[in-house]
Every structure is written in structure tokens, then in C-alpha cells.
């Protein structure tokens, strides 16, 4: 069973950056793809950024495309989201999603219920 635990995230001004970390432990997160969600109140929970278990690709969702960065350390367990340029709008608890994808290694896993290990969340405020 791998646990995730999220980390980085805090108060900041608009325009300022972030990095947060998912950090597995359990399990490695070699075979895993990671996905990273966050949830505004009385929001659906949005899908923001991803990256496959292999060759490392990644994708964004357009809110926040040219602004943060998702990569991964396999020899530290955990993944990144660097997050530039940030606006209020950005402001949610920001999860990390895992799944093994050891049968399918290239792929990116786009959709919240084809996880099935998530963090507990970080919260991520920007001000005005």
C-alpha cells in the first residue's frame, strides 16, 4: 500500500510561486502515474496536471498551461508541481494522486476515478 502526503503549500501573494511535493512511502512510485487535482469550495474537484510513469510525459489543463510544471524524482519518491505566475483563482486544497500503471507505463491517467491512492491534501491561498 503506498501513502501520499502533500507538502508546500501556504499563503501568496498573486503573481508569486510554489512548489508543492507528493512524497510516497510504502511503495515506490516508479510504476506510478501521478496525477495532481484540487478542490475550491463549493467546487468540483479539477484535474490540473499529469505524468506517466515512463518517459515522464506530461500534459496540463489549460487554467493553468504555461504557468506550472509537473515533474518527478523516482530516487526521492515524490513529484512536483512548481507553480508560477500564481492568481487567485488558483486558490483550493491541491491533491496528488497515484496509480500503478506497470502494464501500461507510457500512458497518462487523466480522470480522478481511475485513482486509487491520494494524498490528504494541501491548501494553496493567493491573495489579491
Known amino acids: 500500500e503506498v501513502q501520499l502526503v502533500e507538502s508546500g503549500g501556504g499563503l501568496v501573494q498573486a503573481g508569486g510561486s510554489l512548489r508543492l511535493s507528493c512524497t510516497a512511502s510504502?511503495?515506490?512510485?516508479?510504476?506510478?502515474?501521478v496525477g495532481w487535482f484540487r478542490q475550491a469550495p463549493g467546487d468540483e474537484r479539477e484535474g490540473i496536471s499529469y505524468i506517466s510513469s515512463s518517459i515522464y510525459s506530461t500534459d496540463y489543463a489549460d487554467s493553468v498551461k504555461g504557468r506550472f510544471t509537473i515533474s518527478r524524482d523516482n530516487a526521492k519518491n515524490t513529484v512536483y508541481l512548481q507553480m508560477n505566475s500564481l492568481k487567485p483563482e488558483d486558490t483550493a486544497v491541491y491533491y496528488c494522486?497515484?496509480?500503478?500503471?506497470?502494464?501500461?507505463?507510457?500512458?497518462?491517467?487523466?480522470?480522478?476515478?481511475?485513482?486509487?491512492?491520494w494524498g490528504q491534501g494541501t491548501q494553496v491561498t493567493v491573495s489579491s
Open positions: 510504502g511503495s515506490t512510485l516508479d510504476t506510478y502515474a
Open positions: 494522486a497515484a496509480v500503478d500503471t506497470a502494464d501500461r507505463t507510457l500512458e497518462l491517467v487523466y480522470y480522478d476515478w481511475e485513482y486509487d491512492h
